[in-house]
């Protein structure tokens, strides 16, 4: 019996070089998960306050914020529950305008970010400076959908996407880590896709 033909031999799919171990392509998608109900925030009730380890306790409105130096984000993000979503585009204001004003002190060394909801999550300090992390109010050019966070989240995309708290109210700069909700039930305390740090000793 003769063997295949060359010319009908599938050919393997090459995996995408953009998604992490254990992830797959959302496409479109962009899947609705959350730990607790959808509140309702006017953005003009909305504000961000920066406190804890910093000099100067500092907290924004609605309009306060977006006089700020506006920044972007265009990349991917990548959840915890193995889907990803390429070539993202969110604006907002940079992590690292707000640190600058409330000057974080020489023993700030952790973040806890919290959100209307009560929902918390930590952070190690250097995952939100450097240009890695943005609290953002649009979604490809539109207000950012309440369901995916809005009016404004936190986004830390180069860790799964719990640590980018929706609804976000409060980054609290800590001197030592404090787990936040999903950390305290069981989820890794950092989150990095590309070593698939998804739950407690990843």
Request: glycine share 8%; net charge negative; hydrophobic share 35%.
């Amino acid at each position: 019996m003769a063997g295949p033909t060359r010319g009908f031999l599938g050919r393997r799919r090459e995996r995408d070089p953009r998604l992490p171990p254990g992830q797959y392509d959302a496409g479109a998608d962009w899947p609705v998960l959350t730990a607790e109900p959808t509140p309702r925030i006017a953005p003009e009730t909305w504000s961000i306050t920066v406190d804890g380890r910093v000099e100067s306790p500092t907290t924004w409105s609605w309009d306060d914020v977006h006089r700020l130096p506006a920044s972007e984000y265009r990349g991917d993000i990548h959840c915890v529950t193995t889907w990803s979503k390429f070539d993202t585009h969110f604006a907002g204001v940079s992590v690292d305008t707000l640190l600058e004003a409330a000057r974080p002190t020489a023993d700030a060394h952790f973040v806890m970010a919290t959100a209307k909801t009560g929902y918390t999550t930590n952070l190690p300090l250097e995952d939100v400076t450097g240009g890695r992390a943005w609290l953002v109010w649009e979604f490809d050019g539109k207000p950012l959908p309440i369901e995916h966070g809005g009016p404004v989240r936190l986004l830390v995309p180069h860790l799964y996407f719990w640590k980018s708290a929706k609804w976000v109210t409060r980054l609290t700069l800590l001197q030592r880590d404090q787990q936040g909700f999903w950390e305290q039930n069981g989820y890794h305390d950092r989150g990095d896709p590309w070593r698939e740090q998804r739950y407690q000793g990843d």
